[in-house]
């Protein structure tokens, strides 16, 4: 069965720790996204990542770090720098193509892995 | 930046009535997609509008796309308590730097009362 993989699901940091939260798809999606999303505040984008070891800033990526060093995987780094970091984190990936018509290119998330630091 | 509006952020109605939600983009997009996200879930693909003016059904759910390719919007007609969840649209941009940025609005939370 194809998807997207999360985890952990629950997470729980002291102030000032690093956190790394995976992300595993074996969809064979070329481009994978990470979102934060807060309570009445939606999902606000923090990297994307088009193909592997390439990767560019969301709207919120101070405090967060990424790598795409396979096509499968993209993890996110919620560092001690972030300030504010408990929320609730999903990945997402979308396969490629010329993205105005491409019928596939819409995304296909994980469960989300929920952070909270102490 | 690329800015997605969604309006309005909660809606309560009553079995039977109608809803809808409206989203606004700063700037051109290159598509418009919509997701459900039930209470503790996360978000489900439920349309993808490409063209100008372009309307699409899916059963009560009624989903149209801007002539200018900057609006949106979603209609449920006859709302059912599994209507229950947050309805997002996501913009997607396909110019210059922003190629691939997928920006979503900052959802509306219907609730449907029996």
């Known amino acids: 069965d194809g998807g997207i993989t999360q985890s952990p699901k629950y997470l729980f940091r002291k102030e000032g720790q690093n956190v790394t939260l995976s992300c595993e798809q074996n969809?064979?999606?070329?481009?994978m996204y990470w979102y934060r999303q807060d309570p009445g505040q939606g999902l606000r984008l923090i990297y994307y990542?088009?193909?592997?070891?390439?990767?560019q800033k969301g709207d919120i990526a101070e405090g967060y770090s990424v790598s795409r060093e396979k096509k499968e995987s993209f993890p996110l780094t919620v560092t001690s720098a972030q300030k504010n970091p408990t929320a609730f984190y999903l990945c997402?990936?979308?396969?490629?193509?010329?993205?105005?018509?491409?019928?596939?290119?819409?995304?296909?998330f994980g469960a989300g892995s929920r952070l909270t630091v102490l | 930046g690329q800015q997605v509006m969604q309006i309005p952020q909660y809606q309560h109605v009553q079995e039977g009535e109608d809803f809808t939600t409206y989203c606004n983009s700063s700037?051109?997009?290159?598509?418009i997609q919509w997701y459900k996200q039930r209470p503790g879930g996360h978000p489900v693909f439920l349309i993808q509008?490409?063209?100008?003016?372009e309307v699409k059904k899916q059963k009560r759910l009624t989903f149209q796309f801007g002539e200018a390719k900057k609006n949106s919007s979603l209609h449920i007609t006859a709302t059912q308590t599994t209507d229950v969840g947050t309805y997002f649209c996501?913009?997607?941009?396909?110019?210059?730097?922003?190629?691939?940025?997928?920006?979503f609005g900052q959802g509306t939370i219907l609730t449907v009362h029996p």
């Open positions: 996501a913009g997607l941009y396909a110019g210059g730097t922003s190629y691939g940025k997928l920006t």
């Open positions: 997402a990936s979308r396969s490629s193509g010329y993205l105005a018509l491409s019928g596939a290119n819409v995304l296909t």
């Open positions: 969809l064979n999606h070329d481009a």
């Open positions: 509008l490409v063209k100008s003016g």
């Open positions: 990542s088009q193909i592997v070891n390439d990767f």
């Open positions: 700037t051109t997009l290159s598509n």
